[in-house]
């Protein structure tokens, strides 16, 4: 106020800011609401055209006919909803093309029909692929922190898939560990009481879905259908009167039918976390039926499945290449782009998925639609000027074709290096025997067999470094396909780091680890004071990760922050919402890292303070394994001495050993590991979830 009446400025800013305070925004549509009503709308709520003036379902209109406008309502969701008026969510969902294109492609290459609806829903290798973490590509299953779940709860039926589908949320998220431990009988099945048992047997005692919380309502509280719908209706939307209102009715209730009242609050306590959204038994069965099915494909089709992956995600190239990764990893190999192979997107051959030519960058549908007619009158291309000869110059141009030598999809007509060098005249000697053609004339040279002039004399021509094809590679296709730069160097690399990036995700937050890669990008940023710093793109076979050097760091490292240079990098993990980056505070080559201790892999770039880095480095992550030895027996104490000795590496272990009530913490100095994923997979599998951790 004093500022006001001393500043004119002030005041007309604080005038403004009265009159544009509780006005709305912006406009916005919901992705999939739609509004029912029995009469026309523009009788019950204003109408107005959609802020991006989308067609409906993203259709496209006919030729010759304008494009449709999409009207939304001027009211919002909760306005619409008061006025009496229907919004129902219509879903689009990626993976049911992706499951057409699978099963499309299974019929066309092994001559299978697969009806989804029909298919078993108790296939072994469905779940066994569930159990070993293999979610990559799978409906709602994907994910560092869901993976972790799926693989600890190892499901045995559809139900299980469901649940997890459901559990997997902010509300209910916090009973997914003890669902866990009491469907492996880890955890007594219990309730607050034993009117709940017969309500929430299914799923272990646990609230699982939004109809748990009325069945529970129904059973405790002796509430109706619709008087249980209207408590569900108002955890879900938080509606806070209606919930006071609601919670007093339940106790009340749960009084009347015996419960102590203690009882019944704590009862209600367990309806609150739907509050932060939960989903539906229906809404859960469709989910996990769809991921059921998209992992039955990949279990027993992986070739074929991701090939439709691979086509539904063709246009953002970040996640063609984590589906590249997978079908690599998964055995499958993944072929460059070929003229004489290659369809418009990705295609099975053999037990192989060749790359599609659209995905060649500067190479639109067009060009892809008229080789391949191309090809199909003729045959196979034979040379360079035979593709040129027969394709339309005008949809194969110079960029084009440029383009597709570039990413290797001509290879098996010659090296890249001449075919660039003879491309011009090649191009020109190929639109001008086109042109005689269409003219009707016969070329001096052109002998009875219909023989062409030779585009030009042969050059010989030196071809490109492994390195530079392998960067024209990346440059066309957004990733390396027929070999990789780090593969000359992995062991080496292996050697010096102590986590792989695809496993960042996993670890704790603050977790000090050491990764190493390839630099794929470097963006270079200014602080508020000025200093410089750098957000690095960091690849290794396995993924990539973003790495942080914060102006003091970056002043010591900024000469090796180029592309493609191979570094080795400590730091700290930043996860947060399954992604993870490193927040660096050392940054080497790999030629000056340290081997033996990858943390301690810290020296000056002369050499000449290895061993004192080496003594001022922080310890690595130690892995705790706790024991229940009553439980396992002195059997389980050799499996566990057996496992961890074939997983040897850098980091400590410390075991907690639990008998009758009390633990003792042993160091174990004799054993350091390599605390991988699968290493605790497979410790949890013999000593229960939540048995193992670091720090």
């Known amino acids: ?54 067609s409906p379902a993203g259709a496209r209109p006919a030729e010759g006919e304008a494009a449709a406008v999409m009207p939304m309502t001027q009211y919002d969701m909760t306005a619409v909803e008061k006025i009496g008026l229907l919004k129902m969510d219509f879903l689009g969902l990626a993976n049911l093309t992706i499951l057409d294109r699978a099963v499309t492609i299974i019929r066309k290459t092994r001559g299978v029909t697969i009806d989804l609806a029909a298919i078993p829903l108790d296939d072994r290798k469905t779940f066994d692929l569930l159990a070993a973490g293999e979610t990559v590509g799978i409906f709602q299953l994907e994910g560092a922190g869901m993976t972790r ?32 431990r009491r469907k492996h009988g880890q955890e007594p099945i219990t309730v607050l009481h034993p009117v709940l048992e017969p309500v929430l047997r299914e799923t272990y005692g646990v609230m699982v879905y939004q109809e748990d919380v009325m069945a529970v309502a129904q059973a405790a509280a002796g509430f109706s259908s619709a008087e249980a719908d209207v408590l569900r209706y108002a955890i879900g939307k938080k509606i806070r009167d209606k919930l006071q209102q609601q919670r007093a009715k339940f106790i009340a209730g749960c009084v009347d ?49 991701m090939a439709a992956v691979l086509s539904s995600e063709a246009g953002n190239a970040e996640k063609v290449a984590a589906a590249v990764a997978e079908a690599q990893r998964m055995g499958i190999s993944v072929l460059p782009p070929n003229v004489n192979e290659s369809f418009e997107t990705f295609t099975v051959v053999a037990d ?24 199909k009158e003729g045959g196979p291309f034979t040379t360079f000027l035979d593709l040129l000869e027969r394709v339309d110059p005008r949809a194969l141009n110079r960029r084009v074709l440029e383009s597709l030598i570039k990413a290797g999809a001509l290879d098996s007509m010659g090296r890249r290096a001449q075919m660039l060098a003879l491309l011009d005249s090649s191009l020109d000697a190929a639109q001008r025997l086109q042109r005689e053609r269409a ?24 071809e490109f470094s492994k390195d530079e094809l392998l960067q024209m590679e990346k440059e066309m296709l957004g990733m390396y396909i027929s070999d990789h730069p780090l593969r000359q160097v992995h062991a080496a690399l292996a050697a010096r780091v102590n986590v792989a990036l695809h496993q960042l995700p996993e670890l ?5 680890v050491v990764v190493g890669g390839i630099i794929t990008g470097v963006k270079r940023a200014t602080t508020k004071s000025g200093s410089a710093m750098a957000f690095v793109t960091l690849e290794d076979l396995t993924g990539g990760a973003e790495v942080i050097i914060f102006p003091k760091m970056y002043e010591q490292v900024h000469f090796l922050l180029k592309r493609d240079s191979v570094v080795v990098v400590r730091g700290k993990v930043d996860v947060a919402e399954q992604q993870a980056k490193i927040l660096a505070d050392r940054v080497l080559p790999l030629n000056e890292a340290d081997e ?30 706790r024991v229940d030895t009553a439980r396992v027996g002195e059997e389980g104490l050799h499996r566990l001495h057996d496992l961890l000795g074939r997983r040897r590496g850098e980091q400590p272990v410390v075991l907690h050993l639990v008998s009758s009530g009390r633990e003792v913490v042993l160091n174990a100095r004799e054993l350091r590991v390599m605390a991988t994923p699968e290493l605790r997979t497979e410790l949890e599998t013999l000593f229960g979830a939540g048995s193992v951790w670091q720090e």
Not at 609 to 617: L, V
């Open 1 to 54: 106020q004093r500022a006001a009446e001393e500043n004119a400025q002030v005041m007309r800013l604080l005038d403004l800011a009265r009159k544009l305070e509780g006005v709305a925004r912006h406009a916005s549509t919901h992705a999939a609401g739609i509004i029912i009503s029995r009469d026309p709308l523009i009788e019950h709520v204003p109408l107005q055209r959609a802020t991006k003036s989308e």
């Open 149 to 180: 779940y799926v693989k600890e709860l190892r499901p045995s039926s559809i139900q299980d898939i469901m649940a997890m589908v459901a559990l997997f949320r902010p509300g209910p998220m916090a009973n997914i560990p003890s669902y866990i």
């Open 257 to 305: 039918k015996g419960l102590p009242a203690h009882i019944a609050e704590q009862i209600f306590e367990l309806f609150e976390p739907f509050a932060r959204y939960g989903f539906n038994r229906a809404h859960a069965a469709c989910y996990g039926l769809i991921a059921y099915y998209t992992a039955h494909l990949k279990a027993n089709y992986p070739v074929e499945y």
């Open 352 to 375: 192989a998925i060749r790359f599609g030519l659209a995905a060649v960058k500067n190479v639109g549908y067009g060009a892809v639609e008229t080789i391949i007619r191309a090809r």
């Open 439 to 462: 003219s009707g004339q016969t070329g001096l040279f052109e002998t009875g067999q219909g023989a062409p002039e030779p585009a030009a004399a042969p050059i010989e021509v030196e």
């Open 508 to 512: 704790q937050d603050k977790a000090t």
């Open 596 to 625: 033996v201790d990858p943390v301690a892999a810290t020296g000056s770039r002369n050499g000449g303070n290895g061993g004192r880095a080496r003594e001022e480095a922080p310890h690595l992550m130690a892995l705790h394994v």
